[in-house]
T-cell receptor, first 108, second 113 residues
Framework: AQRVTQPEKLLSVFKGAPVELKCNYS??????LFWYVQYSRQRLQLLLRHISRESIKGFTADLNKGETSFHLKKPFAQEEDSAMYYC??????????FGPGTSLSVIP | GAGVSQSPSNKVTEKGKDVELRCDPISGHTALYWYRQRLGQGLEFLIY????????KSGLPSDRFSAERTGESVSTLTIQRTQQEDSAVYLC???????????FGPGTRLTVL
């Protein structure tokens, strides 16, 4: 079955502290993983994708096929990082499945 | 350029009525997705259109839900005989074929009284 899980519904960290948003997936094929973000009163938008191996706004995510994980990390959280974060899996048929989301709150 | 647009932005209806939600994708985007986001929940996949291929309707929750798309343009999501549990934000997204990035619309907030 194709599934994306994000175990934390809510995550609060202090400004300047490291943050890790967890994502695990279940997919028998070769996955493409993404992180999407939704800031308050804004549209859902792409944050980063695993194939690019890029760092966006200080965030990175590494695909670990052995652990079927794609955790999102940032060494020093900022207040502007407060948002809803969704992990997403794209199947070989271009269908995109989203996780339930994690609401990140960065405390000043 | 213009992004994905959805109309109406808000819709309040009475239980049992039919509603039609509209999505205008970005021009040239062959793929179009509909999602449902209930309060406090994640995004629930509903249906996926890709060019002229048969749509993937595997996420539609019941036969009261249907969607159409004319070519590579506008899509409409129709909910017949609405129920209170249909209350949610309905999001539309479009993307280029085989592209990684989905572009989302602002959503339609549906409230069924």
């Amino acid at each position: 079955a194709q599934r994306v899980t994000q175990p934390e519904k809510l995550l609060s960290v202090f400004k300047g502290a490291p943050v890790e948003l967890k994502c695990n997936y279940s997919y028998s094929g070769s996955p493409e993983l993404f992180w999407y973000v939704q800031y308050s009163r804004q549209r859902l938008q792409l944050l980063l994708r695993h194939i690019s191996r890029e760092s966006i706004k200080g965030f990175t995510a590494d695909l670990n096929k052995g652990e079927t994980s794609f955790h999102l990390k940032k060494p020093f959280a900022q207040e502007e990082d407060s948002a809803m974060y969704y992990c997403a899996l794209k199947t070989s048929y271009d269908k995109v499945i989203f996780g339930p989301g994690t609401s990140l709150s960065v405390i000043p | 350029g213009a992004g994905v647009s959805q109309s109406p932005s808000n819709k309040v209806t009475e239980k049992g009525k039919d509603v039609e939600l509209r999505c205008d994708p970005i021009s040239g985007h062959t793929a179009l997705y509909w999602y449902r986001q209930r309060l406090g929940q994640g995004l629930e996949f509903l249906i996926y259109f890709q060019g002229n291929s048969a749509p993937d309707k595997s996420g539609l929750p019941s036969d009261r839900f249907s969607a159409e798309r004319t070519g590579e343009s506008v899509s409409t999501l129709t909910i017949q005989r609405t129920q209170q549990e249909d209350s949610a934000v309905y999001l539309c997204a479009s993307s280029l074929w085989r592209s990684d990035t989905q572009y989302f619309g602002p959503g339609t907030r549906l409230t069924v009284l």
